[in-house]
């Protein structure tokens, strides 16, 4: 079975510091993977995906098999970043997506 | 772009009952999935429905179930409601259905079971 595993629910930074969400997957296929954001009074967004390689708003996340881990990172927080992330897997050939229980991240001023 | 609509925004049923949510996606996206997120965890898939057929189906019990309209629309029907089905239910659209298009979210409509 599927699971995305995101063990810190709650993550506080400081503005400037560099920021790491993490995000551990299982699954048996070539997994598809995701990062989600909802801020305050938003609805659920995408934030990048692994296949497109983009930097979002200074965040980035490489897909390591080895370890099936798909971390977000940014070098320097900022305020605006506070919010809610999930990491989410979809299965190949159909939209379901499996997500985490996700990381509420607090940028410290 | 008006995005992902949802409606109703908030529900209060009492156990037993049965509900309908309804769902427009974006204009000109075949694909519709329902999640069900429940307070402090990630989003749970449903259903998904892609030119008027289920794709794909969650965990979910029968109780649950959905259908998609000629016009993409969907509603997602709950019967015999459980205090256990308080929760958001949101829903997400896409064009093609396949993965390849990322999907969009709707703000969800809040379900309370007393």
């Known amino acids: 079975a599927q699971r995305v595993t995101q063990p810190e629910k709650l993550l506080s930074v400081f503005k400037g510091a560099p920021v790491e969400l993490k995000c551990n997957y299982s699954?048996?296929?070539?997994?598809?993977l995701f990062w989600y954001v909802q801020y305050s009074r938003q609805r659920l967004q995408l934030l990048l995906r692994?296949?497109s390689r983009e930097s979002i708003k200074g965040f980035t996340a490489d897909l390591n098999k080895g370890e099936t881990s798909f971390h977000l990172k940014k070098p320097f927080a900022q305020e605006e970043d506070s919010a809610m992330y999930y990491c989410?897997?979809?299965?190949?050939?159909?939209?379901?997506?499996?997500f985490g229980t996700g990381t509420r991240l607090t940028i410290i001023p | 772009d008006a995005g992902v609509t949802q409606s109703p925004t908030h529900l209060i049923k009492t156990r037993g009952q049965q509900v309908t949510l309804r769902c427009s996606p974006i204009?000109?996206?075949?694909?519709v999935s329902w999640y069900q997120q429940v307070l402090g965890q990630g989003p749970q898939f449903i259903f998904q429905?892609?030119?008027?057929?289920?794709?794909g189906r969650g965990n979910f019990p029968d109780r649950f179930s959905a259908r998609q309209f000629p016009n993409y629309s969907s509603e997602l029907n709950v019967n015999a409601l459980l205090l256990g089905d308080s929760a958001l239910y949101l829903c997400?659209?896409?064009?093609?259905?396949?993965?390849?298009?990322?999907?969009?979210f709707g703000d969800g409509t809040r379900l309370s079971i007393l």
């Open positions: 997400a659209s896409s064009y093609g259905g396949w993965g390849k298009e990322p999907q969009h």
């Open positions: 699954y048996s296929g070539s997994p598809e």
């Open positions: 692994h296949i």
């Open positions: 989410a897997l979809m299965n190949f050939g159909n939209e379901k997506l499996t």
């Open positions: 204009s000109g996206h075949k694909s």
């Open positions: 429905y892609y030119e008027k057929e289920e794709r």
